[in-house]
Structure formats: structure tokens, C-alpha cells
């Protein structure tokens, strides 16, 4: 008797043990699913671009000569009219002199003949021809004085020196570069736009793109300063289709300098878009995919396209439609053509209980 009690309480132990892991079984293997949304709503998109100086050009020798001395360093502030170098100027100190003597006979000549041709000595042409020459020497003096004063290169405007190639002595032929000069007090951000976010940006005043963008440096840090859009270019890249956008932003610590990169982050208005959670998703060799709920329970794959990213969640441009539903949690654990069971939750719920990181 007490043997046959034993063996019916092991029974017993056994049904409800094995009861229990097939509910904690069944638990497990309940899905939670949802639809994507449609919703009007704005993203901030990054976008790659050319850092600028407002104002970049290459300083050139406008004469011939020796280089006698630098008067700035690679990477000095200097202001507006500095002088910056000097090409030996004998050469052109004695053309100035040379032409300056030539005015001076010019002169004694056309004094000489207005006497003799108030005399009717000689006409008054030969006055002319006289007053003809002077004015050609008076010109021949401005000139020498100008290739004299070329012989000074100053700063046309305040700004920081880059690389000086030449040193002291270098023969140097005109046009040759001696340096470039960066007014970095404000800088220029390039970022190419495609043509649909152009026509959208254009078209939809109400709803266009802020003008305010950030910048984020090259090393992953967002500049302190607010830059603002304020030029779009002309044409269309034909090869990209896309238009560049130029946002000025203020550099008063001058820590942006020409030549840099980073990206430039748009708050872009979106109508009408679709969009997921995040942790729906999962990627395979940088491509996004989510398991879509076929009516008879079963799972499959399909590849997403997004365009930007909001906090926890994906903007989808292509892949997905509002009636699809797509496996919210638990996309590490099924399989393609698996038959699940869930429980469907609204849309709007699981925006208001999101979390990042997929289960």
C-alpha cells in the first residue's frame, strides 16, 4: 500500500513538473508584434562636408627677383596690411630712378619749347609733342613704382599664414606661390543634399528643414556653435544628383580651419512616414532587415531601407508599408518559416515603452 501511494505522489511530481515546463516552454516561445506607424514627423540626418574658410587665397609674387626676407611663420596670425615678404628691389629702385630722370628731362624739354613757341620760335605742335613726352615719362614713373612696391607682399586682410615652400634667397618668378592666407573668423560648411530632400526643403515653407545645424567634428565631438544655412548652389551634380548647401558657422576660438571635414547634422520634416522601433530590426553585412507576420503565423525575413534615425526608432524609406506586421521582441530567436504564436500590441503603445536594444 505505502509503495503504491510512493509511486502515484512520483507520478503526481512528475505531471506537474512536466506542466510546468511546457507552460514556461509556451511563455517563452509567445512573440509580441506590432505594425509599423505612420506618422508626420522631423529626423535629424547627418551629412558629410568640406569645412571652408570664409575667405582662402594664395598670396603669389607679382615680380621677378630674390626672396630678402620673410617676415612671418607657417601658421601666424597676422592683420591687414602686414608686411609678409620682400624680393630683393635694387633692381627696381633703379628702373624708378632711371624713369624719374626721364620725367625730369621731359620737363626741362617742355619748358624749353612753351618758351621758343611763345616766341613763334617753333609751332605749337612741336609744344605738344613735347607735352606728349612728359606725360609718357610721368607714367613710366608710376609704373616702376608699381613693380617697386610689388617688391613688398603685404596681407590684404587679417588672417593665418600656411605654409611658406621658399626660403631666404630662393630665386623667385612671378606668379610664383609663397604662401596661402585663411580669414578663419567665420567658416564655410559644405554637404551635398539629394533632389528629393532639396524639392522638399524648397516646396514646403511651412515645413521646410531648419536653418540651424550643428557640426560634428572629426572626432566625434559636436562644435559649441550653431551654424546657419544660407546658400544653396545654382545646378544639380549630374553624376549625383545632388546640390550642395553651404551653413556658415562662427569660429571666434578658431579652432575650425580650412581643409577640415566632419558632418553636418539637419533636422529634416518628414510627412507621412513610416516607422519602426529599432529592436525590430537586426543587419547583416550593414543591411537592415525585420521578420514580417504572414497571415498564417509564420515568419520571414525582408530587407528595409531607412533614411534617418529618431531616438529608438527608424525611418523607413522603402521595404515596409503600415498594415505589415513585423516581430517586435524576440528577433534573435526565431528562424526563417517559423510558426509562432504572440500577441499583437498597437502601435501606439510601444512607442510610449520603448527600449534600444532588441531582445
Known amino acids: 500500500m505505502r509503495k503504491l501511494v510512493l509511486t502515484g505522489a512520483i507520478a503526481l511530481l512528475c505531471l506537474v513538473s512536466c506542466t510546468t515546463k ?12 506590432t505594425n509599423p506607424v505612420e506618422i508626420d514627423t522631423t529626423f535629424t540626418k547627418d551629412y558629410v562636408s568640406q569645412i571652408k574658410s570664409v575667405r582662402n587665397i594664395e598670396i603669389r609674387a607679382q615680380e621677378k627677383g630674390f626672396l630678402q626676407n620673410i617676415y ?8 591687414e596690411g602686414q608686411l609678409l615678404f620682400k624680393i630683393m628691389p635694387k633692381f627696381y629702385e633703379a628702373e624708378l630712378l632711371k624713369a624719374q630722370a626721364e620725367q625730369k628731362s621731359a620737363e626741362i624739354e617742355l619748358q624749353n619749347t612753351k618758351i621758343l613757341a611763345d616766341k613763334n620760335v617753333v609751332s605749337r605742335n612741336e609744344q605738344a609733342v ?7 615719362a610721368k607714367a613710366e614713373v608710376a609704373l616702376a613704382k608699381l613693380h617697386l612696391s610689388f617688391t613688398e607682399i603685404r596681407a590684404p586682410f587679417d588672417g593665418t599664414i600656411d605654409r ?25 560648411a559644405y554637404f551635398n ?3 528629393p530632400e532639396y524639392l522638399q526643403y524648397q516646396t514646403n515653407v511651412k515645413d521646410r528643414a531648419e536653418t540651424k545645424v550643428n557640426l560634428v567634428l572629426a572626432n566625434g565631438d559636436i562644435f559649441k556653435d550653431k551654424g546657419n544655412v544660407e546658400v544653396i548652389e545654382s545646378e544639380f551634380n549630374n553624376e549625383t544628383g545632388n546640390i550642395a548647401f553651404r551653413a556658415r558657422f562662427p569660429n571666434s576660438e ?11 547634422q539637419m533636422l529634416v520634416p518628414l510627412k507621412n512616414a ?11 553585412q550593414d543591411k537592415k532587415y525585420v521578420f514580417i507576420v504572414d497571415k498564417n503565423d509564420k515568419v520571414s525575413s525582408r530587407e528595409i531601407t531607412t533614411t534617418g534615425e529618431i531616438p529608438d526608432l527608424y525611418v523607413v524609406s522603402s521595404g515596409l508599408t503600415a498594415k505589415d506586421k513585423i516581430l517586435l521582441e524576440g528577433v534573435q530567436k ?6 509562432i504564436k504572440y500577441e499583437f500590441q498597437s502601435p501606439e503603445k510601444v512607442l510610449n515603452h520603448l527600449r534600444l536594444k532588441a531582445e
Open 193 to 195: 543634399v539629394s533632389e
Open 274 to 284: 513610416i516607422v519602426i522601433p529599432q529592436k525590430a530590426t537586426y543587419e547583416i
Open 130 to 136: 613735347a607735352q606728349a613726352k612728359l606725360q609718357a
Open 254 to 264: 578658431k579652432l575650425l580651419r580650412n581643409g577640415e571635414t566632419g558632418q553636418v
Open 334 to 339: 526565431v528562424k526563417e518559416n517559423d510558426k
Open 164 to 188: 611658406i615652400p621658399l626660403k631666404l634667397g630662393s630665386l623667385i618668378e612671378e606668379g610664383e606661390l609663397l604662401t596661402s592666407l585663411s580669414d578663419n573668423s567665420q567658416m564655410f
Open 72 to 79: 612671418v611663420d607657417e601658421g601666424q596670425f597676422v592683420k
Open 22 to 33: 511546457k507552460e514556461e516552454k509556451e511563455e517563452v516561445e509567445k512573440f509580441t508584434v
